[in-house]
């Protein structure tokens, strides 16, 4: 098993500019979710999707959207890039909501 | 007040140590509580979830204090290995969401 993978695993953008990161997980879980880190800011989850067919905004949804593609996939694309958004993304799984939850190996994205 | 606190160290201790790291928590309906550990550049993993009566795992232990909201992580016979940083990770009753400490980093020096 794989676990939790997700694509690119280093990106830079331009300002404006939009893309699309990918995860997957192959664990058969319910729940999952994308979280940016900061230095000295901890997780903050972006957005999650409790289930197949459903989403919602997490703490710092702003400048995001997701996409539940299946029980396997959730895709989390910046529309028009900011400064801001340089940072760590990673994608995390789980069984069910409040259950332990398992990390890809993060993006990391860099916005000039 | 945040909502999951934790000393962001760094502890430094030499290897063979026991270290003792504390994270209080705000919400009192609290209902999961985990310890995760991420070394530098990685990403975060489970390392133990934390259970009301306590819980240990080989040299980690994991103790709840519901009554003054808090979670501790003991690691006796630090190795080497051990430095990383720890995440304190708590689940509020009415939310979906886990919430993290933004982590205490520990190294354990020869």
């Known amino acids: 098993n794989a676990g939790v993978t997700q694509t690119p695993k280093f990106q830079v953008l331009k300002t404006g500019q939009s893309m699309t990161l990918q995860c997957a997980q192959d664990?058969?879980?319910?729940?999952m979710y994308w979280y940016r880190q900061d230095p000295g800011m901890g997780l903050r989850l972006i957005y999650y999707?409790?289930?197949?067919?459903?989403?919602d905004k997490g703490e710092v949804p702003n400048g995001y959207n997701v996409s539940r593609l299946n029980k396997r996939e959730f895709s989390l694309r910046l529309e028009s890039a900011a400064p801001s958004q340089t940072s760590v993304y990673f994608c995390?799984?789980?069984?069910?909501?409040?259950?332990?939850?398992?990390f890809g190996p993060g993006t990391r994205l860099t916005v000039l | 007040r945040k909502e999951v606190e934790q000393d962001p160290g760094p502890f430094n201790v030499p290897e063979g140590a026991t270290v003792a790291f504390n994270c209080t928590y705000s919400?009192?309906?609290?209902?999961?509580f985990f310890w995760y550990r991420q070394d530098c550049r990685k990403e975060p993993k489970l390392l133990m979830s934390?259970?009301?009566s306590g819980n240990e795992d080989g040299r980690f232990t994991a103790q709840l204090n519901r009554a003054s909201q808090y979670i501790s992580l003991l690691i006796r016979d630090s190795k080497l290995s051990d430095s990383a940083t720890y995440l304190c990770?708590?689940?509020?009753?009415?939310?979906?969401?886990?919430?993290f400490g933004s982590g205490t980093r520990l190294l354990v020096r020869p």
């Open positions: 995390a799984s789980s069984n069910r909501d409040r259950d332990e939850q398992f």
């Open positions: 664990m058969n879980h319910n729940s």
């Open positions: 999707s409790a289930s197949e067919g459903t989403t």
């Open positions: 919400n009192s309906a609290s209902q999961s």
């Open positions: 934390v259970y009301s």
């Open positions: 990770v708590v689940n509020f009753q009415s939310s979906y969401k886990l919430i």
